[in-house]
């Protein structure tokens, strides 16, 4: 393979088609794994986020341009290599690769996906990202010349997302899946029970997928999905709850990955209510003890997010940062009394009861606000109309729980910056003027050194203006048998993108 450039690698910081028999062979050595999935995909629509289990499956049958490898940094996918042209230009150089229509990937396809994805219609999760391509060329099949509005040395890894996987031309018809050229293909599924996958005897990696294929079967009750795996039922499960971790550890039979990255944290909204008001927010921020929440929802399976999150891991990590959100109530009360309300106020916390994470973190927050003099009024309806909820920003505030886009700082705008259109990601209506300006310096920046000096001031005017008070980072985990290899949860903001280790997933 073709060494990517160093500029590259600073970058790098619906109805289903069945498989077709040629791809598939019963007289191969290798075998069927069973991963137990927390729910049957809503869509697989590729370019549409529709929840961590059809992300899964998703990454089975996809790939785009570039991808994650098992530290959470961008690899090679489709292009080979990328290099920077000029001040806002990229060039990826295809390698050969197939549809599983068996038709080659050519430059017209990708170039066709990405302007789907940046339609004015576009429903795609980075339908604005993309809106930032100026044009898009084609010299030859197996060159593509991405131009955009601005310079973007982020734009490799908005293609490593598995929201933007490169798609046969004019493959997509309504709401169909389109022919992608992923590791696995659709063999069968039973709609909302089990959808089953068989190897692609025509993918770009020699060698892989080393499994023939994997029935992903879904087991909405969590309790369930873990009996499943303890029955040997199934080799892999995703979601493993914190109260089973434990004992998946102890089992000989089995085995846990597990690794942080997922957080909980606080949104507010600044349109009505009293966390308009800043002061007001970091006296929250100051008045919690994040080490009861870790013990409360996640049964000592995380550590206190004190500051926004950014894992240790990063470069752009600052200890003293990271340790912000104190507890010190005594601060909590002066900014109370700063802001008016030295006796207290009252407000409304939402959150939900059908995920005991976050009806258990919304118990502690009630609790250790009380202790300052903030009477919380808990709102707890189900998951579907707390979205409904946020989305339109109905709350004082709120419990988040998410993860950043990727491993970059970029990709924390979408829980940072107010400008963004409104989401349930981030606060709702609280102008954050400032670090948009800061994100997009930081997008344009191809110096590392000066990345870090804007991304530290963000990340300092983020702690004082309180658009997200991080709780709580979580452990999320993968259980699986003993026999199950190559399997790998990825770190930070690319967890639920672990699935790209499937193609070097086996079963012994």
Sequence with gaps: MTMISRRALLAAGASLPLLQGSAFSQASPKKILRFGLS???????????????????????????????????VRPELAETWTQDGDTGWVFKLRQASFHNGKPVT???????????????????????????????????????????????????????????????????????????GPFMIKDQERGVSIEVAAFDKYYKPGLPKLAGIKLTAYADENLRVAGLQAGDIDLIEYVPWQHMA???????????????????????????????????QAVGFAIRREEIVQAAFYGRGTPLQGIPIPETSPYYDTGRAKFWSYDPDRAKKLMAEAGVPKGFSCTLLSTAQYGMHKSTAEVVQAQLGEIGIDVKLNLPDWAQRVDLGGKGRYEFCVQGTTADNNDPDGLAPLLDGELPANISRSFGL???????????????????????????????????????????????????????????LPGG???????????TALG
């Design 39 to 73: 729910s049957f995909p809503p869509s697989l629509q590729p370019w549409v986020h529709t929840g961590t289990a059809a992300l899964t499956v998703k990454l089975l049958i996809f790939r785009g341009l570039t991808g994650f490898d098992e530290k959470g940094e």
């Design 107 to 181: 430059a017209e396809d990708v170039k066709w996906t990405l302007e789907q994805i940046a339609l004015p219609n576009s429903t795609a999760f980075l339908k604005s990202e993309f809106g930032g391509i100026e044009k898009i060329e084609t010299p030859d099949p197996r060159t593509v010349r991405i131009v955009m509005k601005q310079p973007t040395v982020t734009l490799p890894i908005w293609l490593a997302s598995p929201h933007a996987p490169i798609i046969a031309k004019d493959s997509i018809e309504g709401r169909g899946l389109g022919i992608g050229a």
């Design 247 to 281: 004992a998946i550890e102890k089992d000989p039979r089995l085995k846990l990955d597990a690794a942080n990255g997922p957080f909980m944290g606080l949104n507010f909204n600044g349109t009505t209510g009293p966390f308009k008001d800043a002061r007001l927010r």
């Design 431 to 489: 102008p954050t003027p400032e670090i948009h300006a800061l994100f997009a310096k930081g997008r344009a920046e191809f110096d590392v050194a000066k990345r870090k000096a804007i991304y530290a001031e963000l990340e300092r005017l983020a702690l004082e203006q309180a658009p997200l008070v991080g709780l709580a980072w979580r452990s999320q985990g993968y259980g699986m048998v003993k026999s199950v290899t190559g399997f790998k949860g």
């Design 494 to 504: 690319t967890n639920f993108f672990s699935a790209y280790s499937m193609e070097e």
